[in-house]
């Protein structure tokens, strides 16, 4: 992990508040892996103060890094209008990442709106070490605008199934309703091949996967997301309630978690949504 200045070489828009960063000079995040993250701030002056969290969506080998990134509030606005040329500064990478993709396993990666990032460098992952049959993601969003990056997601080889909530744009409704559809071909099926689940979303969409992983008896991994201020373990800010201990905390002991380590308190969790913007 280490502090560094990088910059914007192409800021794309993918149309409903989302974008894609490309950064140049990323080289120490060479050798991340899929659930990693940076927190990054631009130039931008005092406002907003603190640096903000981001997954990984692909890191090259020549320096080059890119982010998906959706305008929430004044931090990822500033970002959406960074022009090529922008210096930003990063600290990186963090966190821990999802299990490596194994021949022996298949892995079920479910993604909604733009939790998107750590799941597809998990499919990218997959299909470098040739085991992109042994991956299949499940994509959900509010409508077709929230499902981003499909060209490159199917680019992997890996089998693409998608939700919407309005219908617009693959099956109509969550894409837990997907994932339990799958898990029903799968028993009916009877297939020989273990299964595996990796999640990031909206928080409520990850304690829906986890309970299903659970009543299948599946073994599940989720990427949660907290606000943060340090992402070093300093501030203690991204605390969640967790099985093993009091509390975990999401930038320096995950931000994957098995899902048994979470759930645990989970109403207690989903009870404490509502939360103002990071200064
Ligand atoms: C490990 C990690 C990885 C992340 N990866 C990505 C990513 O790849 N792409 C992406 O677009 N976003 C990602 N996020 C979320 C991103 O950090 C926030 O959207 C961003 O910090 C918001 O900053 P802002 O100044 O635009 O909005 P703010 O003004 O800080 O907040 C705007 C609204 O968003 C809510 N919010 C802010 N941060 C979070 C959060 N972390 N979780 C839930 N709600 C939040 C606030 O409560 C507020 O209602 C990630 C967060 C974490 C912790
Ligand atoms: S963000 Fe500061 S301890 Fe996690």
């Known amino acids: 992990m280490r502090y560094f200045d990088a910059r914007v070489i192409e800021n794309r828009s993918l149309g409903g508040g989302y974008f894609v960063l490309r950064l140049g000079g990323c080289e120490p995040l060479a050798g991340s892996r899929p659930g990693q993250f940076i927190m990054l701030r631009g130039d931008w002056g005092r406002d907003p103060l603190l640096p903000r969290p981001l997954s990984l969506l692909s890191v090259a080998h020549e320096g080059r890094a890119d982010l998906l990134a959706k305008v929430v509030g004044k931090g990822t606005a500033l970002m959406e209008r960074s022009p090529p040329g922008s210096r930003v500064s990063v600290l990186g990478p963090l966190g821990n990442s999802f299990p490596a993709p194994s021949a022996d396993v298949t892995d079920l990666l479910v993604a909604g709106g733009v939790g998107l990032p750590p799941l597809f460098m998990q499919a990218e992952s997959a299909a470098h070490l040739g085991l992109a049959n042994g991956s299949e993601m499940l994509y959900g969003g509010r409508t077709s605008r929230d499902l981003v990056l499909l060209g490159e997601i199917r680019g992997f080889g890996i089998a693409l199934r998608l939700a919407t909530e309005d219908g617009s744009l693959g099956r109509r409704g969550r894409v837990t309703d997907e994932l339990e559809a799958r898990l029903d071909r799968g028993r009916a099926a009877a297939s020989?091949?273990?299964?595996?689940?990796?999640?990031?979303?909206?928080?409520?969409?990850?304690?829906?996967?986890?309970?299903?992983?659970?009543?299948?008896?599946?073994?599940?991994?989720?990427?949660?997301?907290?606000?943060?201020?340090?992402?070093?373990?300093?501030?203690?800010?991204?605390?969640?309630?967790?099985?093993?201990?009091?509390?975990?905390?999401?930038?320096?002991?995950?931000?994957?978690?098995?899902?048994?380590?979470?759930?645990?308190?989970?109403?207690?969790?989903?009870?404490?949504?509502?939360?103002?913007?990071?200064?």
Do not use: N
């Not at 990796?198 to 990427?223: E, F, K, N, T």
């Not at 999401?250 to 990071?278: L, N, Y």
């Open 192 to 279: 020989a091949q273990p299964l595996r689940i990796m999640a990031c979303g909206p928080r409520q969409m990850l304690w829906a996967v986890g309970r299903i992983a659970q009543s299948h008896g599946i073994d599940c991994y989720l990427s949660l997301e907290e606000q943060m201020a340090c992402g070093i373990g300093v501030c203690l800010g991204c605390a969640v309630a967790a099985q093993t201990r009091p509390y975990r905390y999401v930038c320096k002991d995950g931000p994957v978690f098995p899902a048994s380590e979470v759930m645990a308190h989970v109403s207690v969790a989903s009870t404490s949504q509502s939360r103002g913007g990071a200064q």
